[in-house]
């Protein structure tokens, strides 16, 4: 069982950074596949960023690719997702989830566990 808490959202202006945080219960955080994910009311889930257990290896969304930037460190149960460049399109709740096995980054019903969401919103 593992329990992701998200954390570091809030309003910006366009052009302006955020750093997303994610805090995991449990042992087995670097056993874990993570993921970041955002979604706007009455659309779909979708994928912003994952990565593996080491961090050697990292998956972006082409809307995203350039200006966030997903990291882990193992040894404090934490991942993060840097943003610059925010644009106002990127405003949506933000979940990180946690997910074994090695396939389907991008597919939010391959993760096992999600946090609670943070909203990020980008004005204009």
């Known amino acids: 069982q593992v329990q992701l808490v998200e954390s570091g959202g809030g309003l910006v202006q366009t052009g302006e950074s955020l750093r997303l945080s994610c805090a995991a219960s449990?042992?087995?955080?670097?056993?874990?596949?993570m993921g970041w994910f955002r979604q706007i009311p009455g659309k779909e889930r979708e994928s912003v960023a994952a990565?593996?257990?080491?961090?050697?290896?990292?998956y972006y969304a082409d809307s995203v690719k350039g200006r966030f930037t997903i990291s882990r460190d193992n040894a404090k149960n934490t991942l993060y997702l840097q943003m610059n460049s925010l644009k106002p399109e990127d405003t949506a709740i933000f979940y990180c989830?946690?997910?074994?096995?090695?396939?389907?980054?991008?597919?939010?019903?391959?993760?096992?566990?999600w946090g609670q969401g943070t909203q990020v919103t980008v004005s204009s």
């Open positions: 449990g042992r087995t955080f670097s056993s874990y596949v």
């Open positions: 990565i593996n257990w080491s961090g050697s290896s990292t």
């Open positions: 989830a946690a997910k074994r096995g090695t396939t389907g980054w991008s597919i939010p019903s391959h993760y096992d566990y």
